[in-house]
């Protein structure tokens, strides 16, 4: 138990679904994460919140939409979703040194939720 | 461009038979390195953090140790529990407005036998 709770942790959905995946962390942290797991490709930021505020936008593409209304929940809303995003995504939450200041490398990340796209 | 390459890609060992991860970094900058440890079908699990050439973190049968381009994870007389992909990752110093993001390694995959 890490602490970081994700669900569902298997999705099946088609192509024109619209489906959500859940992230739930009990562990006090400011900063949580989305990571996208392929295989044979390192982990890939998507998207990073700090105190609820968005900071980091790696260029995804506006099929994949973060909210995080507060510092426990995050949110990634999926729609209209291609076959190659099949992935395995990751949440994980750190702490942060403050705003405006760096994240610790320490992440503590959820077990996934295997997507599979149709 | 900041970089990690880990290798090998994979790794069996026999019980009992030592051997070195390594992973190599460019990065402009390093605020630190993280070794994180992730089982199939489960998230990556934080190991060490380094920070600086020269230093060495152990734990159980892992050691990591860190030089100004790679960090090795040695692992001594390995049991099967310690199969598992071991991923790096590197913080840049100079991050910007990137909040310090960790740039990861592809992972080496070890698998021990009993």
């Known amino acids: 138990e890490t602490g970081v709770t994700q669900t569902p942790r298997h999705l099946v959905m088609g192509m024109t679904n619209k489906k959500s995946l859940k992230c739930e962390q009990h562990?006090?942290?400011?900063?949580m994460y989305w990571y996208k797991q392929s295989a044979k490709k390192p982990l890939e930021l998507m998207f990073v919140y700090n105190f609820k505020e968005q900071t980091e936008n790696n260029s995804v593409p506006s099929r994949f939409s973060p909210e995080c209304p507060n510092s426990s929940h995050l949110f990634l809303h999926l729609h209209t979703l291609q076959p190659e995003d099949s992935a395995l995504y990751l949440c994980?939450?750190?702490?942060?040194?403050?705003?405006?200041?760096?994240?610790?490398?320490?992440?503590?990340f959820g077990e996934g939720s295997r997507l599979t796209v149709l | 461009e900041d970089q990690v390459t880990q290798s090998p890609e994979a790794l069996r060992l026999q019980e009992g038979e030592s051997s070195s991860l390594n992973c190599s970094y460019t990065?402009?900058?390093?605020?630190?390195l993280f070794w994180y440890r992730q089982d199939p079908g489960k998230g990556p699990e934080f190991l060490f953090t380094l920070y600086s050439a020269g230093e060495e973190k152990e734990k159980e049968r892992l050691k990591a140790t860190l030089t100004k381009k790679e960090s090795f994870l040695h692992i001594t007389a390995p049991k099967p529990e310690d199969s598992a992909t071991y991923l790096c990752?590197?913080?840049?110093?100079?991050?910007?407005?990137?909040?310090?993001?960790?740039?990861f390694g592809k992972g080496t995959k070890l698998s021990v036998k009993p």
């Open positions: 990065v402009s900058g390093l605020r630190g």
């Open positions: 990752a590197v913080q840049a110093m100079n991050y910007g407005g990137s909040q310090g993001n960790l740039i």
């Open positions: 562990l006090g942290h400011n900063a």
């Open positions: 994980a939450s750190s702490r942060n040194e403050g705003r405006g200041r760096a994240n610790t490398g320490e992440l503590f």
